[in-house]
């Protein structure tokens, strides 16, 4: 017989005072792609967010995942040129 609890977190409050370095970057917007032609079996016009950018020995990796989250893909920087097309910087 588990009972719930309501739990109240306190959520700190932001200071007015500024640090110098790379704490104080606003985040960067997400990218929005849109798809070009059926690609791995989705169909085109598809919106995506780019998730994740990754480079290792000079190979680029691409993961995006549609709007609607159900899949996730990881694409070559050269697949993403040939079937993607960047709509605009999408702020969460």
Known sequence: M????NVIF??????????????????????????KNNFQGL???????LIAESEFIG???????PID??????IS???LQKNFVLLDRFRQ
């Open 77 to 79: 920087e050269k697949e």
């Open 59 to 65: 190979i680029k990796e691409y993961v995006l995942r």
């Open 10 to 35: 306190k959520i700190p409050t932001k200071t007015k005072t500024k640090e110098a370095g790379p704490r104080n970057l606003s985040p960067s917007p997400m990218k929005k792609y849109k798809l």
């Open 43 to 49: 169909k085109k016009g598809t919106h995506f967010y």
């Open 2 to 5: 588990n009972e719930s609890k």
């Open 69 to 74: 989250l159900s899949t996730r893909i990881a």
